[in-house]
């Protein structure tokens, strides 16, 4: 098992910056990979962010290559998803995911593990 949570959500400006992190506990394996979604209220789950664990390899969407970034600290066990100049289209809870085979993925499905999520809300 393994447990992830989630923080730094809250109200940001559009056109401004916010840095959510996620720690993992419990079992930990050396090739899982981290990601991030978000849901909108009435939308599907979306796919923002993924990264390796042990190589740091990472993958975006087109929707926020070049202003989201997925650092991590393997001594810490976190990693943080930064985001730059938010758009109001982007306030959701924002999700964080563990998949225990080390290949990127942006399928919501293939992610075993979740966290409670964090709400992020951009006004325009």
């Known amino acids: 098992q393994v447990q992830l949570v989630e923080s730094g959500g809250g109200l940001v400006q559009a056109g401004g910056s916010l840095r959510l992190s996620c720690t993992a506990s419990?079992?930990?394996?050396?090739?899982?990979?981290m990601g991030w979604f978000r849901q909108a209220p009435g939308k599907e789950r979306e796919f923002v962010a993924a990264?390796?664990?042990?190589?740091?390899?990472?993958f975006y969407p087109g929707s926020v290559k070049g202003r989201f970034t997925i650092p991590r600290d393997n001594a810490k066990n976190t990693v943080w998803l930064e985001m730059n100049k938010l758009n109001s289209e982007e306030t959701a809870l924002y999700y964080c995911?563990?998949?225990?085979?080390?290949?990127?993925?942006?399928?919501?499905?293939?992610?075993?593990?979740w966290g409670q999520g964090t709400q992020v809300t951009v006004s325009s």
């Open positions: 419990g079992r930990t394996f050396s090739n899982i990979v």
């Open positions: 995911a563990a998949r225990t085979i080390g290949s990127l993925s942006s399928t919501d499905s293939s992610y075993a593990y």
């Open positions: 990264i390796t664990w042990s190589g740091g390899s990472t």
